[in-house]
């Protein structure tokens, strides 16, 4: 058992205190251990030379709960690097937690949202601007919840500020209206704020879908679901954000990450009566972002040095868009959001990370060069052998491990296409004529595998809710609304920084300690 920690001041310390005793660790499914001493995995991946205290710290944690500073020290190091995934304790009393829930209009969806939150914690209802107010009074009455109605509309980044300038509790448990939480959905995420360093806490978003193609596509691949496996949150990692459709949040740390209103371009809210505008106060969530400002706050409380996790052990469902229309349009708005986020957080936002070795491999493969893919494979594990030879880490199963990353660059770039120069691979596919027979055929598997690969490969691993064909279709039709929306969010801010593809060269490094670096 054990209880909310607050953290040390209003910002974490600039050195990670160990995880605190009683947290449980559980090993990542991809964290190998090569040999006594010698971890390998992560995100991104990498390598940890243990030392022999370091050796009985990680027995220690494998035999039960942090116990021992070292044990404590070394699962921090651990679960930051994505290795193992931290397991808190069960709280010895209830969080003190307000519930907040951005509305507008979708009386009858925030009803059934506060039907399922029942009445354990303060809930307060922000009506942002709905043309029938009096419905969501009546929804917020029903349930006991307090309302606060705002004149006009500013969207949930800024419904959600509305609510906090009220809010004195511990927690901020952060809910959208088209959503339904299992019950106990908070007792399950708190403990985790039993760590002083963890700001926020997410659940898995699942699909609450009608029967629709739309529908049970979504159930199978919905854009807010983030997957099985639970993880650290942080840029350009498996897991890169959390939405605020469903959040666990340590008001100190929310606080901490505003941004001061009076800032350049930020114009000053009018009062709640309209009027003259008040005075300026910081904002949790940037109220110039009506889509993406929850994956800003996000990678605020990261870049200040706090910790959010994502543990899909706990799910809430989201209603989902019942048509092909209302889901491609969603997805284009969510696209509007990346350029935005790319200024604002340089080198947080990519939709390709390409790898010398691997890119090359592929490039000529998709050329019809396999001589030449074979040699840059060839080079590839020469020089990931010499890598480890250097180490001293066993090199079995580098061939595989080649293997996989080719495959990964292949579908990542065949996902790159289709959202971002879906005509060309079309019109590569169907352009007639131009060169000979057996040219041309090998120019169209090519750019039909780029098209083809990633959402048959998505089929294949995930819930089959459809058949393949139709997966598929939806799958690019998705990928091409989403990659309209980062188009014209980038001619709208003048930039194509999220549509640049990163060059990701890192080699393994090691201290005189033998830790890598």
């Known amino acids: 058992m054990t209880r909310i920690l607050r953290p040390p001041g209003a910002v974490p310390p600039a050195v990670p205190p160990p995880l605190p005793s009683g947290f449980g660790v559980e090993t990542d499914s991809l964290t190998r251990q090569l040999a006594p001493g010698l971890l390998f995995g992560g995100s991104p991946v990498r390598i940890f030379r243990l030392t022999p205290a370091g050796q009985a710290a990680w027995r220690e944690l494998q035999a039960g709960p942090v116990a ?5 020290a070394l699962a921090r190091q651990l679960t930051d690097a994505g290795l193992v995934h931290p397991q808190p304790p069960a709280l010895s009393s209830a969080p003190d937690v307000t519930v907040v829930i951005p509305v507008r209009d979708r009386a009858a969806m925030a009803e059934r949202c506060l039907a399922a939150l029942g009445n354990r914690y303060p809930v307060v209802v922000v009506d942002d601007g709905s043309l029938d107010p009096l419905a969501v009074a009546q929804a917020a009455s029903r349930h006991g919840a307090t309302l606060i109605r705002r004149d006009v509309n500013g969207g949930p980044g800024a419904a959600r500020n509305t609510a906090l300038e009220s809010v004195a509790s511990d927690l901020v448990a952060f809910i959208d209206s088209d959503c339904v939480a299992a019950p106990g959905w908070i007792e399950q995420l708190a403990p985790h704020l039993a760590d002083p360093l963890v700001a926020a806490v997410a659940p898995r978003i699942t699909g609450l879908a009608p029967g629709t193609w739309a529908g049970r596509f979504t159930s199978a691949s919905g854009s807010l679901d983030l997957g099985s ?5 942080l840029p350009r990692s498996q897991v890169s954000y959390v939405p605020a459709a469903a959040m666990l949040v340590r008001r100190a740390a929310l606080l901490a ?3 001061d209103a009076r800032a350049p371009g930020v114009v000053p809210r009018k009062g709640r009566a309209g009027g003259r505008p008040r005075e ?3 904002q949790v ?3 110039s972002m009506r889509i993406g400002e929850d994956v800003d706050l996000v990678w605020r409380l990261h870049e200040a040095g706090w910790r959010i996790r ?4 706990v799910q809430v469902a989201h209603h989902e868009p019942a048509t092909w229309p209302a889901l491609l349009a ?3 708005r969510y696209g509007t959001s990346a350029a935005p986020l790319a200024l604002r957080h ?4 990519t939709h390709l990370v390409l790898h010398p070795w691997s890119a090359a491999t592929v490039t000529a493969l998709l050329a019809r060069r396999p001589a030449a893919a074979a040699a840059w494979f060839g080079g590839s594990v020469l020089a990931t052998y010499r890598i480890l030879h250097r180490a001293n880490v066993p090199r079995q199963g580098t061939v595989r491990a080649m293997l996989g990353a080719a495959r990964q660059t292949w579908l990542g770039i065949g996902r790159y296409g289709t959202q971002f120069a879906a005509p060309l691979l079309v019109a590569v596919i169907a352009a007639p004529g131009g060169s000979s027979p057996g040219r041309r055929w090998g120019r169209r598997a090519a750019a039909a595998s780029l098209l083809l690969g990633p959402p048959v490969t998505a089929w294949a691993a995930g819930p089959r809710t459809l058949d393949p064909a139709r997966f598929t279709l939806g799958r690019i039709a998705d990928d091409i609304a989403y990659g309209l929306g980062v188009w014209s969010g980038c001619m709208s801010e003048r930039t194509t920084a999220p549509m640049r593809p990163a060059i990701g060269w890192r080699r393994l490094r090691y201290d005189k300690d033998g830790t890598p670096r």
């Open 285 to 287: 969530f940037d109220e």
């Open 68 to 72: 021992s500073r070292s044990a404590g």
């Open 257 to 259: 990450a505003a941004r």
């Open 330 to 332: 969603r997805r284009y």
């Open 310 to 313: 994502y543990d899909p052990a």
């Open 346 to 349: 340089p080198g947080a936002v």
């Open 229 to 233: 496996k639970a993880a650290r949150v």
């Open 280 to 282: 300026p106060a910081p």
